[in-house]
T-cell receptor
Framework: DSGVTQTPKHLITATGQRVTLRCSPR?????VYWYQQSLDQGLQFLIQ???????AKGNILERFSAQQFPDLHSELNLSSLELGDSALYFC???????????????FGSGTRLTVV | GQQLNQSPQSMFIQEGEDVSMNCTSS?????WLWYKQDPGEGPVLLIA?????ELTSNGRLTAQFGITRKDSFLNISASIPSDVGIYFC?????????????FGTGTRLQVTL
């Protein structure tokens, strides 16, 4: 168990629908990151939140949005879903660090989204 | 989206052999990281490198942060069956509390007995 919890593990939905993926970061971590991994592809950065505020943005579609709540959990909202949105969605968390600290992210086990 | 160039794309090796993979980028990174991903799981951090030229070991794993800050390599010595998986390099850019991790295209490792 990495300490990063993602729910649900699997999600099957129809095109045009909207879904919400949830992530609870590791205890003490202030940053949450969302990544998309399509079949046999690398991980594509979507967005970062730090202590409730958006901090960095990647190639996130306008149909996608995210937020981080006061208790630091985060939700990724995907709307007007298309077949091509089928992928593994990972959440990761990290803590702010100083010189020499481990900046590596801790990943959750992911949510597998299938759009039919 | 941007991905780092990672090679080889896949490797078939025998148990006990050494493995080497590398990653190159056109951009400079603050930190280089190496992750391993098992099927159906999230990536797990193996090694983190913080300074150009740094050479770091973690058990049978050794990684180096290139002098130009645009490349890194990972070596695995005396491979064992549980080394099977996909290995990703990742370069990190940080500005204050903003952070972006860019991943490589992955190296799929298969180990035969």
């Amino acid at each position: 168990d990495s300490g990063v919890t993602q729910t649900p593990k699997h999600l099957i939905t129809a095109t045009g629908q909207r879904v919400t993926l949830r992530c609870s970061p590791r205890s003490g971590d202030l940053s949450v990151y969302w990544y998309q991994q399509s079949l046999d592809q690398g991980l594509q950065f979507l967005i970062q939140y730090y202590n409730g505020e958006e901090r960095a943005k990647g190639n996130i579609l306008e149909r996608f949005s995210a937020q981080q709540f006061p208790d630091l959990h985060s939700e990724l909202n995907l709307s007007s879903l298309e077949l091509g949105d089928s992928a593994l969605y990972f959440c990761a968390s990290s803590s702010p660090g100083g010189q020499g600290e481990n900046y590596g992210y801790t990943f959750g086990s992911g949510t597998r989204l299938t759009v039919v | 989206g941007q991905q780092l160039n990672q090679s080889p794309q896949s490797m078939f090796i025998q148990e006990g052999e050494d493995v080497s993979m590398n990653c190159t980028s056109s951009s400079i990174f603050n930190t280089w990281l190496w992750y391993k991903q098992d099927p159906g799981e999230g990536p797990v951090l193996l090694i983190a490198l913080y300074k150009a030229g740094e050479l770091t070991s973690n058990g049978r794993l050794t990684a180096q942060f290139g002098i130009t800050r645009k490349d890194s390599f990972l070596n695995i010595s005396a491979s064992i069956p549980s080394d099977v998986g996909i290995y990703f390099c990742a370069g990190q850019l940080r500005t204050g509390t903003a952070s972006k991790l860019t991943f490589g295209t992955g190296t799929r490792l298969q180990v035969t007995l």
